[in-house]
């Protein structure tokens, strides 16, 4: 054995032997020999390919020494042997450092997606939270979805949106958005000025067919919850067991196309109480298809996984995902869910969801 070799590399090397040893005829098998290193250049480091091509051109000159395979044959065999180790090699080399260069990528994907989706801690003001990303294209990490929740001197205030199109020209508008957010909302008292402050922004750095969907919601006071959406996905109320879709009571533009329509946003106002609990997600979550071709049910297995503690039914509506869609995801999705946890064990809030806008 070669020391620090792959394991079945080495199990066909010695195959392909005790065939040749059983059959007798040691020429037919020698070639098979080849497959060793070949399989070890797609598995292992440039030095494990070498010593398994090592391994086997000895075995395979000792084989056909004893057998007395011509010498042509045994030298062709060897030779073929040997170009394919070689070629294995350079092979195993060219995948390590590729390996490595992705490693780096994502390392730096990773640091990215840290500064552009900043972690949102479990509880965030009054609020128990939990945020689940899942970026389509893995190995980027990131995508043009986008989420922040942070505590402001006008209470706490989050975002939730989804940018058009995908790569890093989504990412850039992901992070302008954000930034923009983060500024606006320590500054603006009035929920509708943090959304028109991002409204401004995008409509002087993106492309005439650019454009973000977003819903932006603050906690200004108790029991008050502020939502602005413009063209996003409706948030969905929790009261109890019910689960309620928070449509807007006058449909916006997204987020870059005001001027387009001429149509602005409105506030709309929902009573937020102790055991309350709101959910806003992306369309990546709603738009997943199984192999029928069907969406996802969000409310309906919602429903299903509620729970008091929002980072569990995350997990679990994470996994029903995956499970629908058959184990990968063709669009970024995210999901946040903020819940007003009661101050005394086992009192709930039966009382009506109370809308109004202006």
Avoid at 4 to 25: F, M, S, Y
Avoid at 282 to 299: H, I, K, N, Q, S
Avoid at 334 to 340: P, S
Wanted: a negative charge.
């Amino acid at each position: 054995m070669v020391a620090g070799t792959p394991a079945l590399p080495l199990l066909i090397v010695w195959i392909v032997v005790l065939v040749n040893l059983a059959d007798g005829t040691g020429r037919i098998w020698l070639p098979l020999l080849a497959t060793a290193p070949a399989l070890a250049a797609a598995t292992s480091g440039p030095y494990e390919v070498l010593g398994v091509g090592s391994l086997a051109a000895l075995l395979g000159a000792t084989i056909g020494v004893r057998h007395g395979v011509p010498a042509s044959a045994l030298t062709a065999v060897l030779t073929a042997l040997a170009t394919v180790t070689l070629a294995g090699t350079l092979a195993s080399a060219l995948r390590a450092r590729r390996e490595r260069v992705l490693a780096a990528v994502r390392s730096v994907a990773e640091t990215a997606q840290h500064a552009l989706l900043a972690p949102v801690p479990e509880t965030v003001g009054p609020f128990q939270v939990a945020v689940h990303y899942s970026a389509a294209a893995a190995e980027a990490r990131i995508g043009g979805d986008l989420y922040a929740l942070i505590p402001t001197p006008h209470g706490v205030r989050l975002i939730v949106g989804d940018v058009r199109g995908k790569g890093l020209p989504a990412v850039g508008t992901a992070a302008l958005v954000l930034g923009v957010f983060r500024e606006a909302a320590h500054d603006e008292p009035d929920l509708l000025d943090v959304v028109s402050r991002i409204e401004r922004s995008l409509a002087r750095n993106l492309g005439a067919d650019d454009f973000v969907t977003a819903v932006v919601a603050g906690y200004p006071e108790t029991g008050r919850l502020e939502v602005v959406n413009c063209g996003h996905a409706p948030p969905l109320l929790i009261r109890g067991s019910d689960v309620v879709a928070v449509d807007p009571v006058r449909p916006a533009p997204p987020l870059g196309l005001r001027a387009l329509s001429g149509e602005t946003p409105s506030l709309q106002v929902l009573s937020f109480g102790e055991g309350d609990q709101l959910l806003l997600y992306t369309d990546g979550v709603t738009e997943a298809r199984d192999e029928g071709r069907e969406f996802y049910p969000l409310a309906e297995c919602l429903s299903r996984h509620l729970c008091d503690e929002p980072a569990r039914t995350l997990a679990a509506l994470h996994e029903e995902l995956l499970g629908h869609v058959g184990g990968r995801l063709h669009d970024d999705a995210a999901l946040l869910l903020l819940r007003k946890p009661a101050a005394v064990p086992g009192a709930g809030g039966a009382e009506p969801a109370r809308v109004a806008a202006r």
